[in-house]
């Protein structure tokens, strides 16, 4: 009786936050809210940057910083074309480099990036570092670490009779862990994976944020396939778990090529947005 009751207080949650994504254009579900998850997110990131090592090279952090500065332009940008110009007004935008070697990248939720040293060699320039930075912050901006968090919950949820849903994580840091592992920070093995269906929103996303900005979107498959020449049989938290197979990648980058030089060219996602209306 008592676990048919929580099965249905998740149910009544999850019709009324099982919303339409304006970024995404899909049915999400998601239990977690802006002001609930940013101060943790920014919490989280502060722990992470004291306890890994931040990179003092000045050329590399000038380098991440300058194309983030760039997406984010580009990111306002596009949410004021999408008619959500405030979309984006509780994020603190935060750039970073981290000594390691890992093939790795992030950005959690309002805004906070940071890349790690062993990815940027395969990045190479500025356009190989957008199509990064354009990929995680698309992550973030379609929430899609908040939909894995609210999977969580759901699936605690209905494992755990009696923990009522939002109770489930009862500590800061036990909430702050959720975020690490929803958004792809970290260096365990195991941790949780983005779907195949976020990469590609992502992957798409990113391309059409990259153009925007003024990085020329054919750079996108080029480092795809460099990176997987890279990462064969390596573990690369964010990008191995769960990527697409590449050429499937690719052939997606490709298919959206059109919009996203359009996006280049004019400086707007006009041809995009209507594309995505179909
Ligand atoms: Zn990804």
Redesign the pocket.
Known sequence: MKRNLLLLIVLVFTLFSCGVNPVTGRKQLNFVSESEIFPQSFAAYNKVLNTEKVSKNKAQVKQVKRVGKKIQKAVEKFFVELGYPHMLDNYKWEYSVIESEQLNAWCMPGGKVAFYTGILPVCKNDEGVAVVMA??IA?AIASHGAERMSQTQVQSAIGAVGSIVMGVYGTKSEYQELVLQAY?VGSQVGMLA?SRE??SE?DEMGIIFMSLAGYNPKVAPQFWKRMQAKSNGGQTP??LST?PHPKTRIDDLNKMMPYAIDAYKTGNAKKYLKYRKK
Do not use: I, K, S, V
Request: hydrophobic share 20%.
């Open positions: 990929h995680e992550h792809g983005y976020h990469e992502a964010e990008f990527h």
